[in-house]
């Protein structure tokens, strides 16, 4: 079982890479989250689905989780950030504070974050929030 969800999972990653909408994937992530609840990478794009399709609160919830299971993933905090800006909740400098840190010591991973912000954009080029972190982040 264990393979058949690292292959759905792997599979539902490169049809977002193929351009497919958000909304027909989020149905994918929420069944491998529940399939595999410890998974902070299926919740990480779990809430990043939510995000570009103007769902706030469910992005919360799934980014918390995502959190919880890793502190380490910046993603994770990325997307916990932009959450609780769009949800109007207080609390965000710490999570950004943090990926700025982990950017700092990490250049493979300050890329990444460089790279999905730029995703992100692409595919929502108004959402303010994720405009927000790319400047506290980046300065630009």
């Known amino acids: 079982m264990t393979q058949s969800v690292e292959s759905l999972f792997e599979s539902a990653i490169e049809r977002y890479k193929a351009g497919e909408e958000p909304k027909a994937l989020i149905p994918v992530f929420k069944d491998l989250c529940d399939r595999t609840p410890k998974s902070s990478a299926s919740w990480t794009c779990l809430a990043w689905l939510y995000l570009l399709e103007n769902q706030p609160n469910n992005a919360l919830k799934a980014a918390k989780t995502a959190v919880k299971l890793n502190p380490q993933d910046p993603q994770a905090r990325v997307n916990l950030a932009s959450a609780m800006l769009e949800s109007g909740q207080t609390g965000v400098r710490q999570h950004i504070e943090i990926v700025q840190q982990i950017m700092v010591l990490d250049t493979?991973?300050?890329?990444?974050?460089?790279?999905?912000?730029?995703?992100?954009?692409?595919?929502?080029?108004?959402?303010?929030?994720?405009?927000?972190?790319?400047?506290?982040?980046?300065?630009?």
């Open 108 to 140: 493979e991973i300050r890329q990444e974050i460089i790279d999905n912000i730029q995703d992100g954009l692409t595919r929502k080029p108004d959402w303010k929030s994720l405009i927000r972190i790319q400047k506290w982040l980046l300065g630009n």
